[in-house]
């Protein structure tokens, strides 16, 4: 008998509980941990068939939420967190409808408004032009129509607005080390 193979990393992390309630279990994973999972759940998109795809596309709407959570936001920022898990919500519990793509376009504009309101879309160029990018991407989803007529289009929404939310982390992360080591220099007083 041959044993079974060990998942790869991605498939691990594809498959990874998610965490619609935003608490410890996911409070526990590293940011670096979330942007992987989130690719790879992207990635599974490609292969969902209608009896998944909802299921896979909420998957990755949950891990944009507490990806988004985690961005040093106020309170209107804090709103658009959890319109992302409300659209996540519904999109898995309702059964295939007309009108779910909205709902993917409502939660990934809300997680773009949230890049846009923590202040990290200033910061480079190349960060405001992947967050233009995935909100086109997330208005050429069409309204009322099926999940699985829109496939394509809607698992390129969910990789741009993956991929600016891992430019903004790791922007974010090298202007956050940045402005600490001017902090002890300037307070050297050098």
């Not at 041959?2 to 498959?15: D, F, G, K, Y």
């Not at 804090?78 to 898995?92: C, G, M, P, T």
């Not at 050429?140 to 430019?167: G, Y």
Request: hydrophobic residues 45%; glycine residues 6%; negative net charge.
């Amino acid at each position: 008998m041959v044993p079974p193979a060990s998942p790869s990393r991605l498939e691990q992390l594809a498959t990874a509980p998610s965490d619609p309630t935003g608490s410890s279990a996911a409070a526990a994973l590293s940011s670096e941990t979330l942007l992987e999972q989130a690719q790879a759940r992207v990635m599974e998109v490609a292969s969902s068939d209608f009896t998944n795809l909802r299921e896979r596309i909420a998957g990755v709407l949950h891990t944009l939420a507490e990806l988004a959570a985690r961005m040093d936001a106020g309170a209107e920022e804090q709103r658009n967190v959890q319109e992302i898990r409300f659209q996540a919500k519904r999109l898995e519990r309702q059964d295939v409808a007309f009108a779910q793509s909205i709902w993917v376009e409502k939660a990934l504009l809300a997680a773009l408004a949230v890049l846009d309101g923590s202040g990290v879309a200033s910061r480079t160029a190349e960060l405001g032009n992947w967050i233009r990018a995935a909100r086109d991407a997330a208005h050429a989803i069409p309204d009322q129509t099926s999940l699985v007529f829109e496939q394509a289009t809607i698992q390129d929404a969910l990789r741009t607005t993956v991929s600016a939310f891992t430019l903004a982390r790791r922007g974010y992360g090298a202007c956050a080390s940045q402005r600490t080591a001017s902090e002890r220099s300037g307070s050297d007083g050098r």
